[in-house]
T-cell receptor, first 114, second 112 residues
């Protein structure tokens, strides 16, 4: 049981390049989330999904797109990276089946945009 | 809107000292409250939670009590260890909603 995994762990992009971050969970969770973490800002929600095929905007969605084609995967895309998107990105998942409301986090992806 | 305010860090303590990290919230209803911890280089993990007023969450020697009258959920530990050095996040969640609201985090540094 790997929990929540994220690929890649580190990435350096040039301004204008695109990339996709992959999040995978093996806990059969319905809900999945993408956050970014910046110094002094805490965690900010980018997008989330409450089920396969559904996505919703969070607090800071601009410049990002997401897809949830399979229940276990949640993809975060940057179409044209900007230096302001330099951050650490965390994926999380949870279920409502056990009423604990606990979110399980991946180890993070450190992205640098030059 | 809803918000969570935490004391700014870093909080620096010597081993075996008493820890308090303050957390207050603004909410229109009665959310569940959480403390998450992030160890260096890792993702967040749940430390403890409380779902209603006067509930006390506890785990690994840490405690926090849900105080509705003061809208607070302060984190305490009687004797910290070097291994407790981490960033601590307070968060709230309404039942039936999908998203957590996080505070900005408080870094704790414990020296031997």
């Amino acid at each position: 049981n790997a929990g929540v995994t994220q690929t890649p762990k580190f990435r350096v992009l040039k301004t204008g390049q695109s990339m996709t971050l992959l999040c995978a969970q093996d806990m059969n969770h319905e809900y999945m989330y993408w956050y970014r973490q910046d110094p002094g800002m805490g965690l900010r929600l980018i997008h989330y999904s409450v089920g396969e095929g559904t996505t919703a905007k969070g607090e800071v969605p601009d410049g990002y797109n997401v897809s949830r084609l399979k229940k276990q995967n949640f993809l975060l895309g940057l179409e044209s990276a900007a230096p302001s998107q330099t951050s650490v990105y965390f994926c999380a998942s949870t279920t409502r089946r056990d009423s604990t409301d606990t979110q399980y986090f991946g180890p993070g992806t450190r992205l640098t945009v030059l | 809107g809803d918000s969570v305010t935490q004391m700014e860090g870093p909080v620096t303590l010597s081993e075996e000292a008493f820890l308090t990290i303050n957390c207050t919230y603004t909410a229109t209803g009665y959310p569940s409250l959480f403390w998450y911890v992030q160890y260096p280089g890792e993702g967040l993990q749940l430390l403890l939670k409380a779902t209603k007023a006067d509930d006390k969450g506890s785990n690994k020697g840490f405690e926090a009590t849900y105080r509705k009258e003061t809208t607070s959920f302060h984190l305490e530990k009687g004797s910290v260890q070097v291994s407790d050095s981490a960033v601590y996040f307070c968060a709230l969640l309404y039942s039936g909603y999908s998203t957590l609201t996080f505070g900005k985090g408080t870094m704790l540094l414990v020296s031997p």
